[in-house]
């Protein structure tokens, strides 16, 4: 099993964090949120794969002009 983490570093420095659990990307798990995630909505809320998660997440950061970070589960990561 595979921890992966979504962080969105809002423009603000507050700070979204997303956790999944899983055996790989696809897999839908439940979710383990911190962090300003009343700014998400409720589109983010249930189940959902790691790689949905770092594209919704991604893109987020693109719309607020945040900055975002990815971490797989062998503790590697990019950020954009």
């Not at 300003?36 to 997440?57: E, I, M, N």
Request: glycine share 12%.
């Amino acid at each position: 099993m595979n921890t992966y983490v979504c962080t969105l570093t809002l423009p603000d420095g507050n700070k979204i964090v997303a956790e999944a659990r899983a055996n790989n990307l696809d897999e839908e798990v439940h979710i383990e949120w911190s962090g300003a995630t009343d700014q998400l909505g409720q589109t983010a809320l249930g189940k959902h794969s790691a790689g949905f998660l770092r594209w919704y997440l991604q893109a987020r950061a693109q719309q607020v002009g945040g900055q975002f970070e990815f971490r797989n589960g062998d503790g590697s990561g990019t950020v954009s």
